[in-house]
């Protein structure tokens, strides 16, 4: 197998899951500073990396790749995980928005329901796109067999690190939107499964459930989507069931006077 070494801007980082195959993993996406295309980094184990490979969301990090062979999304990419070097971070200080920006904007689809549309003819499976009219939304997670998550940890922890069972969040977290270059668009639901969500569930406790989940909508219907944000949701499809997107994350710099996209 012949790796390439890619520079990835990484814009998306999902909640982990066990995996029997892959251990624990995160999906990893983010863009290819070189090509300014969308690429999928699988499997990354991200609490078994060392921690000066532990990258955050907006990371430029440099990693050898090779196309996945399981996976015929054209943006999927296998890793080694051990040649990750983080060579730069894009925080939001000093207008490091605008250098996200740099990356990000040119990646921008029209829609949503052109992503869809790609989806079928180029098998497209990433994409970035401006949503409007945005409700966020919650109902509870389907049960988990609570037994099985522990064996495939003891497995994992048998395997390789130890490490503690990571939280199942009880709650699924949604975005109601429409296309906002589409008039046409007949309106979309998506779950989002970005990490942040998941990690503020587990730090915003409260014995107050309600008081726990009006918080997390305000921060992400509120905060992300109010009108002095330039709000762009990244989405991504699931490879068992390809027409079934989900939200990674969102892109929301501040706007700017007489910004308009």
Same mark, same amino acid.
């Given at each position: 197998m012949i790796y390439e070494t890619k520079k990835v801007l990484v814009t998306v980082k999902a909640y982990p899951n066990p995996s029997k195959k892959y251990q624990e993993t995160v999906c990893v996406a983010g863009i290819d500073i070189d090509s300014y295309k969308w690429i999928r980094l699988y499997p990354i184990p991200f609490r078994d990396l060392d921690d000066d490979k532990k990258f955050k969301k907006y990371s430029?990090?440099?990693? =050898?790749?090779? =196309?996945? $062979? +399981? +996976?015929? $999304?054209?943006?999927?990419y296998r890793v080694d995980a051990d040649s990750i070097e983080i060579i730069d971070y894009l925080d939001t200080k000093k207008?490091?928005?605008?250098? $996200?920006?740099?990356?990000?904007l040119p990646t921008i689809s029209k829609s949503f329901c052109e992503i869809i549309e790609k989806r079928q003819t180029e098998n497209k499976s990433l994409g970035v796109f401006k949503p409007r009219d945005v409700r966020f939304s919650y109902k509870k997670a389907k049960e988990i067999n609570k037994k099985e998550r522990a064996r495939c940890y003891a497995q994992l922890s048998f395997l390789n690190k130890e490490k503690d069972?990571?939280?199942?969040?009880?709650? +699924? !977290? *949604? *975005?109601? !939107? !429409? /296309?906002?270059?589409?008039?046409? /668009?007949?309106?979309?639901?998506?779950?989002?499964? +970005?990490?942040?969500?998941?990690?503020?569930?587990r730090k915003w406790k409260y014995e107050?459930?309600?008081?726990?989940?009006?918080?997390?909508?305000?921060?992400?219907?509120?905060?992300i989507c109010s009108p002095n944000k330039d709000t762009f949701f990244y989405v991504g499809n699931m490879k068992r069931f390809p027409n079934n997107f989900l939200i990674l994350g969102v892109f929301y710099p501040p706007l700017k006077q007489g910004n308009v996209f």
């Open positions: 430029i990090i440099k990693v =050898k790749t090779i =196309k996945a $062979r +399981d +996976d015929h $999304r054209i943006e999927s207008d490091k928005w605008e250098a $996200r920006k740099r990356y990000v069972v990571i939280e199942h969040i009880p709650y +699924d !977290f *949604y *975005y109601e !939107f !429409f /296309c906002s270059n589409n008039i046409n /668009c007949k309106g979309h639901k998506l779950l989002i499964i +970005d990490w942040e969500i998941g990690q503020a569930y107050n459930i309600n008081l726990l989940l009006e918080n997390i909508k305000k921060r992400w219907l509120d905060h």
